[in-house]
């Protein structure tokens, strides 16, 4: 599943082939996504600008001066800057369409949406309930550890909690806790507030070098231009049970935690 990284890389990559161009229409092969396509939206974009390319947590967000267009990649879309005319493979859904080239939204498990809405994004229901950005100000060591204060279930679980930090998937939440020294099964509410300012570092520093890197790609993600992510090379526990922690040798053990496999080392974690 794209995760953050992997959605700031695509609007990274697609922003300088769309960013001020006027779009000259919409082709929807297929409208039963995640969430229907709306009806008529084709003329809603058509002769609009792409004023902004924004994200906010795993939407991608296409700011025209009517209205902004919401993306989400699902389980294994992806969005590809193609010449204009090239021919759709099998699951190219949606193609959004430029003078120069075309946008196009290929998506096999059609999990993923293309929504609309005229009114304030920040308020669109999808949005408007997400916890602060993890690169962001708001998102620090006090955030996490008042929050904490009311719960009981495992930190792994916590950092995953859209409502608490948008992004920090399953893959990113276990690198994190492996750097900051912090079992994924740990109680959140037992854990002190400098090991919060630690887990904040480490969840900034986590995704930063994924995003660097065009991000993880273990099965379908792939960038803009078709590459794949190279962090998956830098995973130290994620994916590596009974290899030796990259920092004590000891085997890497992989438990469920809230239905998700998880990676840790349980002498280096605590």
Same mark, same amino acid.
């Given at each position: 599943?794209?995760? %953050?990284?992997?959605? *700031?890389?695509?609007?990274?990559?697609?922003?300088?082939?769309? &960013? !001020?161009? =006027?779009?000259? /229409?919409?082709?929807?092969?297929?409208?039963?996504?995640?969430?229907?396509?709306?009806?008529?939206?084709?003329?809603?974009?058509r002769g609009q600008r792409i004023l902004r390319v924004e994200r906010r947590a795993k939407y991608l967000l296409l700011q025209t001066g009517t209205g902004t267009l919401l993306i989400h990649l699902g389980m294994s879309g992806s969005l590809?800057?193609?010449?204009?005319?090239?021919?759709?493979?099998?699951?190219?859904?949606?193609?959004?369409?430029?003078?120069?080239?075309?946008?196009?939204?290929?998506?096999?498990?059609?999990?993923?949406?293309? %929504?609309?809405?005229? *009114?304030?994004?920040?308020?669109?229901?999808?949005?408007?309930? &997400? !916890?602060? =950005?993890?690169? /962001?100000?708001?998102?620090?060591?006090?955030?996490?550890?008042?929050?904490?204060?009311?719960?009981?279930?495992?930190?792994?679980?916590?950092?995953?909690?859209?409502?608490?930090?948008?992004?920090?998937?399953?893959?990113?939440?276990?690198?994190?806790?492996?750097?900051?020294?912090?079992?994924?099964?740990?109680?959140?509410?037992?854990?002190?507030?400098?090991?919060?300012?630690?887990?904040?570092?480490?969840?900034?520093?986590?995704?930063?070098?994924?995003?660097?890197?065009?991000?993880?790609?273990?099965?379908?993600?792939?960038?803009?231009?078709?590459?794949?992510?190279?962090?998956?090379?830098?995973?130290?526990?994620?994916?590596?049970?009974?290899?030796?922690?990259?920092?004590?040798?000891?085997?890497?053990?992989?438990?469920?935690?809230?239905?998700?496999?998880?990676?840790?080392?349980?002498?280096?974690?605590?």
């Amino acid at each position: 599943m794209p995760e %953050l990284p992997e959605v *700031e890389t695509t609007r990274r990559g697609i922003e300088p082939h769309i &960013l !001020g161009h =006027e779009i000259q /229409g919409l082709i929807v092969r297929q409208d039963r996504l995640r969430w229907p396509v709306p009806p008529r939206l084709e003329n809603r974009l058509r002769g609009q600008r792409i004023l902004r390319v924004e994200r906010r947590a795993k939407y991608l967000l296409l700011q025209t001066g009517t209205g902004t267009l919401l993306i989400h990649l699902g389980m294994s879309g992806s969005l590809r800057v193609l010449p204009p005319g090239t021919p759709p493979g099998p699951h190219d859904h949606i193609d959004l369409v430029f003078q120069h080239c075309c946008l196009r939204l290929r998506d096999p498990r059609r999990f993923g949406a293309v %929504l609309w809405t005229s *009114e304030a994004v920040a308020g669109h229901a999808l949005l408007r309930h &997400l !916890g602060p =950005e993890p690169l /962001g100000q708001e998102f620090n060591g006090e955030w996490l550890y008042r929050l904490a204060r009311r719960r009981h279930g495992p930190v792994k679980n916590f950092i995953m909690d859209g409502k608490v930090v948008v992004g920090v998937g399953n893959i990113y939440a276990s690198e994190s806790l492996f750097h900051a020294g912090i079992h994924p099964h740990r109680p959140c509410n037992r854990i002190s507030l400098n090991r919060y300012h630690r887990l904040v570092e480490e969840i900034r520093r986590v995704l930063i070098s994924a995003i660097r890197q065009g991000g993880t790609s273990l099965r379908d993600f792939q960038r803009e231009d078709g590459r794949p992510g190279y962090f998956a090379q830098e995973l130290q526990v994620y994916g590596r049970e009974r290899q030796p922690c990259p920092r004590c040798g000891q085997p890497i053990r992989q438990r469920r935690i809230g239905q998700r496999s998880s990676y840790f080392c349980s002498h280096c974690q605590r």
